[in-house]
């Protein structure tokens, strides 16, 4: 039961990170919360440019904000996205799954087992695992936890 709330805690932190999302070319906002193994929480949204390629998705956000700041050591991650016009209580239509680029992120500091929530509302969520989603993975051979 505890699990559960911790989830939908780590889901309204992404539907909050959601409304500082800077998407005027896609109208699509994304946002993310990380909960580092201390229990620290770092948010992050898309942040889009005119040269697509400058353009960075929530989950990366959140992820290079964390381990500015000496972070290694992750255990899950919550993502919520839909159209700009949807307000912020809205259920979203869909789920919002990480990209490949944020998929490997994922892979250089988590373990196979991380867990990845994709949500459209605090009460309807998916759970995977980072081999589920990005499953025959190459990443570091080394275990941050020990750096």
């Known amino acids: ?3 559960r709330r911790r989830d939908r805690e780590l889901i309204q932190a992404a539907i909050e990170a959601r409304k500082q999302a ?3 070319y896609s109208k699509y906002l994304v946002g993310a919360a990380l909960l580092a193994d ?3 929480v770092y948010q992050g949204c898309n942040i889009e440019n005119a040269s697509y390629g400058a353009t960075n998705c929530a989950e ?3 992820f290079f904000k964390a381990v500015s700041q000496g972070k290694r050591s992750f255990c899950a991650i919550a993502i919520v996205g839909g159209p700009m016009e ?3 209580g809205d259920i979203f239509p869909d789920m919002a799954y990480p990209c490949g680029v944020c998929r490997q ?3 250089e500091f988590c373990r196979p087992d991380f867990r990845i929530l994709v949500g459209r509302s605090t009460e309807d969520f998916q759970e995977y695992t980072l081999e589920e989603l990005l499953p025959e993975s190459f990443g570091p051979r080394w275990d941050h936890r020990d750096a």
């Open 1 to 3: 039961m505890e699990d």
């Open 22 to 24: 800077y998407a005027p």
């Open 38 to 40: 201390d229990g620290e």
């Open 60 to 62: 990366r956000t959140a």
């Open 86 to 88: 949807l307000g912020q």
């Open 105 to 107: 992120v994922m892979r």
